[in-house]
């Protein structure tokens, strides 16, 4: 069993930067799949990046490529999620999740860890 706590949301005006974590408990093996999601009240949660614990690259959704950057502190167990040039419409609930890969990648159906979510608000 793995347990996600994310921490770091806030409140921050239009441009401004917040950096998330998430503290992971319970097994995790190198090489399972983590991931930040969002979810905007009354839309579908979002992919925003995904990456395998401990390796090189990080897909990114096309919409925060070049203003978010993930981190991984592996003998820490967290990952981060460093936000930059925030916008309104990024005002959402942010999620980590981990699961397994699934036939080499990481599909969203293979995230099997949630954590509770932090929420970002973005304001004008």
């Known amino acids: 069993q793995v347990h996600l706590v994310e921490s770091g949301g806030g409140s921050v005006q239009t441009g401004g930067s917040l950096r998330l974590s998430c503290a992971a408990s319970?097994?995790?093996?190198?090489?399972?799949?983590m991931g930040w999601f969002r979810q905007a009240a009354g839309k579908e949660r979002e992919g925003v990046a995904t990456f395998v614990r401990g390796g090189a690259s990080t897909l990114y959704a096309d919409s925060v490529k070049g203003r978010f950057t993930v981190s991984q502190h592996i003998a820490k167990n967290t990952v981060y999620l460093e936000m930059n040039s925030l916008k309104p419409g990024e005002t959402a609930m942010y999620y980590c999740?981990?699961?397994?890969?699934?036939?080499?990648?990481?599909?969203?159906?293979?995230?099997?860890?949630w954590g509770q979510g932090t929420q970002v608000t973005v304001s004008s």
């Open positions: 319970g097994y995790l093996a190198t090489n399972n799949c």
């Open positions: 999740a981990a699961g397994p890969r699934v036939r080499g990648s990481c599909p969203v159906e293979g995230f099997l860890y």
